[in-house]
């Protein structure tokens, strides 16, 4: 009788070292995937916040570029205007005077705005860099903006050799 209770308890604690084993088996697999699960974690919160500092960074390069190519435009419309008023009609030495002295002051103008088109170009040039895609609006705002501004340089040294050789 003795011999059959330590045969069962035996039994039994052979019984409860298999579920013992289960459940360390199942305590180690749940370690485990929360290891796993946390080091998921750390990584997609490490890479949203890469994501969101660069995205910070393309936002304010953009909104440097367009607020500069806002007023480089604006102004090269002025610009434009004042190059298009000038008369080629001299009636007196007044008029080939004033007209001198407004081709300087205009040639003085462009002279000064050449770093904030060489600035634009620039931050144009970096936000195309930052950005993978559509690049064909900014590349086509930079394009018209030389273009116009190439325009207006030549236009207005024109003039102004011109002027120059009346007075």
């Given at each position: 009788?003795?011999?059959?209770?330590?045969?069962?308890?035996?039994?039994?604690?052979?019984?409860?070292?298999?579920?013992a084993?289960?459940?360390?088996?199942?305590?180690?697999?749940?370690?485990?995937?929360?290891?796993?699960?946390?080091?998921?974690?750390?990584?997609?919160?490490?890479?949203?916040?890469?994501?969101?500092t660069?995205?910070?960074?393309?936002?304010?390069?953009?909104?440097?570029?367009?607020?500069?190519?806002?007023?480089?435009v604006?102004?090269?419309?002025?610009?434009?205007?004042?190059?298009?008023?000038?008369?080629?009609?001299?009636?007196?030495?007044?008029?080939?005077?004033?007209?001198?002295?407004?081709?300087?002051?205009?040639?003085?103008?462009?002279?000064?705005q050449?770093?904030n088109?060489?600035?634009?170009?620039?931050?144009?040039?970096?936000?195309?860099?930052?950005?993978?895609?559509?690049?064909?609006?900014?590349?086509?705002?930079?394009?018209?903006?030389?273009?116009?501004?190439?325009?207006?340089?030549?236009?207005?040294?024109?003039?102004?050799?011109?002027?120059?050789?009346?007075?």
């Open positions: 009788m003795e011999a059959e209770r330590v045969n069962a308890v035996l039994v039994h604690g052979r019984h409860l070292l298999e579920q084993q289960v459940v360390s088996d199942d305590v180690s697999t749940a370690v485990e995937l929360l290891d796993s699960v946390d080091r998921r974690w750390t990584s997609l919160r490490q890479t949203a916040s890469d994501v969101s660069r995205l910070n960074h393309v936002l304010s390069v953009s909104n440097s570029f367009h607020h500069g190519m806002t007023s480089l604006a102004w090269i419309e002025l610009a434009e205007d004042r190059c298009s008023r000038q008369s080629d009609a001299v009636r007196s030495t007044n008029d080939v005077t004033q007209q001198l002295n407004n081709a300087l002051s205009l040639a003085a103008d462009v002279e000064r050449r770093r088109v060489d600035d634009v170009t620039s931050t144009g040039c970096q936000l195309l860099e930052l950005v993978d895609t559509e690049q064909s609006d900014v590349e086509q705002q930079m394009s018209s903006m030389e273009d116009r501004w190439t325009t207006l340089n030549q236009r207005t040294y024109q003039t102004l050799h011109l002027h120059t050789q009346l007075a």
